[in-house]
């Protein structure tokens, strides 16, 4: 029996630790990364009394028994622009201030500029401010030693605002997971060099370099390898000496299932599982996902081996099921949500697969003025006729349960796209 | 009277155009890109007839009459592997054909390796297999010339999968904007700098190049200018030549607001404005939004211009609102959407501000086992009191519309986050 989904995830979970190194990265960088250590208010902010306006600093003491009929006069000193360091306040003197600004010692009010009289060379006061008025207190927004955020918090926008306005010019992040990725295949040729005949193009790594990207991971490694132990060696390779967080393969994975379902394999390739038992060892082999059955998991030294299967769509499948959410755990990320593209009645009946957990491409079209999720079906396994187009068709897939039945014409069914991008 | 929050959006959208030039990338790097030109399939896939199964491919003419107690025996030639280049299959033979290998020529059926019965060096057929069966003709799953994305398609991964399959390893996609990003102020010291007495450390430059790169922009300059003409003429110059797709800078806006407020303004900088008037062409000044009352929107030479109020608040929510929607009508990219993290009752009531979309910052609560948005009020304008706290101490947003009244303790709201990473 392959594992179902959920338990092939926990089995991942399970043996992949969260990265423990960290990197200094400039604040301005830092967006969607994960701190490594608690951040704590290295200052006060505002490090010094502040006006919170343009007006005028004075001293309240200065005003006392100012009324519009008798206003106090107070000679203006120099101004005060942000930046600027201020002379002490004179006695009974008043100093125009822009927002931002160091407050002159001795001054412990701010009249607003819109509400200020000024009389030739003074401001008129026709009532006494209130002591405090307008300007901010060294620590009043933040006091140093505030508790600011846990380690391992991801940094949104907000996050990045408060650190940099803190002075952090950097910060120590969770290191990125670092990632090996190999396409497995005699006949694979890069995308964008001339096919010989019986070559095709290599998608699959294309799709990893991408998704595992947008992931939050770092590509070390890539490229194609060709069937052979010798060369595939470079698998190994990239677990050693911790070169790589995890390795990610796709092919060589179809003879393996056969031969577990007990079938001849004369002549087969079973490379990459071959290479996990050799080199290291099989986790599980075999998953109840269509598509994506071969999935295997295992670890070669220290380092996770995803072995995926090579069709296009069950890459898809299974980075997004099991290699996304070890990428997020090996980068202490929140693990990925299902990107929900709504709730449409299903076009036509899909039929349930027993123990598997089956994922169908949909096409949402205008039916009499509501959108129907039509499934786009492959022709029956095994085939691969319709292996890229069905893709090219989709506006998004559905899931059915392992344990669900047929879902029939016009029942509510959720569609998602795959995330990244 | 300010222009609405929709009536700037909409002036900003008809001002900036979609930016006309592309670049070459990757496929593997082309994710959240978008095509420049329309695609079309340039080749047939796949390319040559091809085994969809592991399995022996053979003619059916050859297999006529056979039956299970007569099975015709087809003498097995060399196995063909994926990549290989077959030979023609010879009379009455059979090959061993691997899933994904070319056929060989005068083959039009592959019998699967589990229902394949094989006698020595024969394969024994029981009975005549259906034409065609199992295996793919070329451009049976796309055919060359099929047409596949308009131009503007945003790529994701089922794109990327498309167009590498079919050969692309590189894509032309519409250039990234380039963005210039300046802070105006003389009290700002990038973080990371040791501060003087006065000065406060440049929070705003950080925050906008994160959320640039995030929304899919290039920065190509950015930094801190002094309030002064000399100095300030670096943003007419990221504006010359081309140089930038956009300028967006902050601080040096408060003062314009009083003078339109007919308020004295004497003494007060207003610099950005100043230097949009002289240089080029303010499009509009003032928005109904709080925070981000005095966003200014104008055009030096041909390129757009913001200028943002200096609150690293009001910068999160002027960018979001009409800075990111600019990025994506420059990236050719769908403007936007919200991030919302759910719908919760009111913790407390909030007063709406007539003319003035109001954000207020919200805290999630648990209050006898329900979650409540509970709004994070900063002390009356105008005070800066609480201006970074009240990020720190946010889980999201709330807002209320120009037109609408309070809302009540207890009412449900929706909360947003500001996207981004």
Redesign the interface.
């Known amino acids: 029996m392959p594992l179902s989904v959920q338990a092939m995830l926990e089995l991942v979970l399970t043996t992949v630790p969260r990265c423990g190194e960290s990197e200094k990265v400039p604040?301005?960088?830092?967006?969607?990364?994960v701190l490594a250590d608690r951040a704590v208010a290295p200052v006060d902010?505002?490090?010094?009394p502040?006006s919170?306006?343009?007006g005028y600093a004075l001293s309240v003491a200065d005003c006392q028994g100012a009324t519009p009929e008798q206003p106090v006069f107070l000679p203006l000193g120099a101004?005060v622009?942000?930046?600027?360091?201020?002379a002490p306040l004179g006695p009974g003197g008043a100093t125009?201030v822009?927002?931002?600004?160091?407050l002159p010692p001795g001054a412990d009010a701010v009249i607003?500029?819109?509400r200020?009289q000024?009389q030739g060379n003074a401001l008129a006061v026709s009532e006494p401010p209130r002591p405090g008025q307008?300007l901010?207190r060294p620590g009043?927004?933040?006091r140093r030693g505030r508790f600011?955020f846990p380690a391992g918090r991801?940094?949104?926008?907000?996050e990045?605002?408060?650190?940099?306005?803190?002075?952090?010019?950097?910060l120590e992040v969770i290191r990125r997971p670092r990632v090996a990725i190999f396409s497995t295949?005699?006949?694979?040729v890069?995308?964008?060099?001339p096919?010989?005949?019986?070559?095709?193009?290599?998608?699959n790594?294309?799709?990893l370099?991408?998704?595992v990207?947008?992931a939050g991971g770092v590509v070390t490694r890539w490229g194609i390898l060709p069937?052979r132990y010798p060369e595939l060696a470079e698998i190994a390779a990239a677990c050693a000496g911790g070169e790589s967080d995890l390795v990610v393969t796709t092919g060589g994975t179809?003879?393996s299932m056969?031969a577990l379902?007990g079938?001849?394999?004369?002549?087969?390739?079973d490379l990459v599982p071959g290479l996990l038992a050799g080199s290291g060892v099989i986790l599980n082999q075999g998953v109840g996902v269509v598509p994506g059955k071969p999935t295997a998991f295992g670890r070669i030294g220290p380092t996770p081996v995803f072995a995926l299967a090579?069709w296009?769509?069950a890459?898809?499948v299974t980075f997004h099921l099991f290699v996304a959410p070890c990428l997020a755990r090996l980068g202490g990320l929140p693990l990925p949500a299902e990107r929900r593209l709504g709730r449409f009645p299903l076009g036509e009946e899909v039929k349930g697969e027993a123990g598997f957990r089956r994922y169908v491409q949909v096409r949402l079209e205008d039916r009499g003025g509501e959108r129907f999720a039509v499934p786009i079906l492959p022709p029956p396994p095994?085939?691969?006729?319709?292996?890229?187009?069905l893709?090219?068709e989709?506006d998004g897939y559905i899931y059915l349960e392992a344990g669900e039945t047929d879902r029939s014409a016009g029942e509510p069914v959720d569609v998602y796209?795959?995330p990244?991008?």
Chains 1, 2 share one sequence.
């Open positions: 604040t301005s960088q830092a967006l969607g990364r902010l505002p490090a010094f502040r919170a306006v343009d101004k622009l942000a930046g600027q360091l201020p125009f822009t927002t931002g600004a160091m607003l500029v819109e200020a000024v307008h901010s009043e927004d933040i600011l991801r940094l949104g926008l907000p990045i605002a408060i650190l940099a306005s803190l002075g952090y010019g950097e295949g005699d006949e694979l890069s995308p964008g060099a096919l010989a005949p019986a070559q095709v193009h290599d998608t790594s294309v799709i370099r991408a998704a990207e947008a069937d179809g003879a056969l379902a079938s001849p394999v004369d002549g087969l390739h090579g296009p769509y890459v898809l095994p085939s691969a006729a319709r292996s890229i187009s893709l090219l989709a796209v795959f990244g991008g």
